[in-house]
């Protein structure tokens, strides 16, 4: 009997929990001896494959080299490695990195830079404005900034408050602009937004054009735009950035699961100069207060290099064009399911009869019963409510793709 409490998970249900013993590419393979493909990417995070020969040897090799070391007043190789690395890929504007462990970190980061960022410039500001049916992460700063619901009831009496403006749904976008632009008129430190894509919130989609119009609006009333790429960064929307697909540069941009290939945890939070130059000073109390003992962990940085130098040499961009190809192909013709939407790397769609209320979603009935027979099948799906999508590895091949589509189709059928 195991003392683990995990994540997500109802003990009192006696979900079974399956013991993974390795990885390779885009399958799991179980004490019990299955093959599983991992259709989410282990939740996000693995973007060219599990156990990459090249990301497994940094991390072995900087293992042995240096492993850990304070990072404040410090700095070491892998970490600056990483800092150009991003610079030479990411907008111009973002000059300054600053690392830290998790997405939810590094929106907690996002959200403490724009603060100090008004109070240096006299000026305090402390309103956020976030986006209906958002996720930042879990954390309660992050939570504050996330869609409110049955994830957060209990914590809801320590959440700040926010000022939210509606999910820009096809045909309801001018009610979104408009919400913003009188948020933005009435003073706001920063907005926060997931770019092109809710992933937790239903891997729900919204247009680049409103993308950059809302983008806009933020830079004419001087709000500043945190990009939480957290998701959609490292390829997964079709471009390295959601963002690039808008032409945004975002003031504030948050990075997390892809960075490291999705092999070892590590985030970085980047700024633009002025955000930088607001703490910048000879006075010790306009230093940015923050850090953890794991800042810029040298292997979580030597995994991120690694990951970096496969973006430089290797085909992730073909890859990554033809697993978009491969995934609405097979979602085309796929029968019995409702708002069928590919973009990118990610294929949704919502299964049922649609009687699941907005909010409650994801407790709906069908989510455990979709999850168990996929479990069944050898696929790892995790449905979002009755939304299920697929976002497998980029290194997945057609048969794999094959395995994952007629399973669905079997449960769908079934259910
Ligand atoms: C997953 C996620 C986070 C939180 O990241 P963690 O590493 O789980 O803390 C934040 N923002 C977005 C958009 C995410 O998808």
């Not at 240096?66 to 990072?71: E, K």
């Not at 619901?149 to 209990?154: L, M, P, S």
Request: charged content about 20%; hydrophobic content about 50%.
């Amino acid at each position: 009997m195991s003392s683990i409490w995990h994540p997500f998970t109802q003990h009192g249900l006696q979900e079974p929990i399956p013991c993974v013993v390795r990885a390779e590419g885009a399958a799991l393979y179980t004490a019990d001896g299955r093959r599983v493909i991992d259709a989410i990417s282990s939740w996000w995070v693995t973007t060219h494959g599990h156990a990459h020969p090249r990301i497994a040897a940094a991390i072995r090799a900087q293992a042995e080299r240096l492993d850990q070391m304070i990072f404040a007043g410090w700095t070491h190789e892998p970490a600056e490695e990483v800092a150009a690395g991003l610079r030479a890929i990411m907008p111009a504007a973002l000059t300054r990195v600053f690392f830290s462990d998790s997405g939810s970190t590094s929106v907690e980061v996002a959200l403490k830079m724009a603060l100090g960022y008004w109070l240096a410039r006299g000026e305090p500001r402390h309103r956020i404005l976030v986006m209906e049916h958002g996720y930042h992460g879990d954390t309660i700063g992050a939570m504050s900034v996330g869609q409110r619901g049955v994830f957060n009831r209990a914590y809801a009496p320590l959440l700040f408050d926010v000022e939210t403006v509606p999910y820009p749904a096809a045909g309801h976008e001018q009610a979104t602009l408009d919400a913003l632009e009188r948020a933005c008129a009435a003073g706001a430190a920063a907005f926060i937004v997931e770019p092109l894509v809710l992933g937790a919130g239903g891997m729900l989609f919204y247009s680049p054009d409103m993308l950059a119009r809302m983008r806009e609006i933020c830079a004419h009333h001087g709000v500043l735009f945190i990009a939480d790429e957290v998701m959609t960064g490292w390829g997964r929307t079709g471009t390295l950035l959601a963002c690039e697909q808008a032409g945004v540069v975002p003031d504030i941009l948050c990075l997390s699961k892809g960075l490291t290939g999705g092999a070892v945890p590590l985030a970085v939070t980047m700024a633009s100069e002025p955000i930088f130059a607001a703490h910048w000073s000879t006075d010790r109390a306009r230093m940015f207060f923050h850090s953890s003992s794991y800042t810029a962990n040298p292997i979580a940085c030597a995994a991120a290099a690694a990951n970096l130098a496969i973006w430089r040499d290797e085909p992730v961009r073909v890859r990554i064009a033809r697993l978009g190809a491969a995934q609405a192909m097979r979602l085309a013709a796929l029968e019995g399911v409702r708002n069928k939407r590919v973009l990118g790397t990610i294929a949704a769609f919502e299964v049922g009869a649609g009687e699941v209320g907005a909010g409650e979603g994801y407790l709906a009935d069908i989510a455990p019963r979709l999850l168990a027979a996929f479990r069944e099948r050898d696929v790892l799906l995790r449905p979002l409510g009755d939304t299920l999508y697929v976002m497998p590895p980029y290194c997945i091949d057609d048969a794999d793709m094959d395995f994952i589509y007629n399973a669905i189709s079997a449960v769908i059928a079934r259910d």
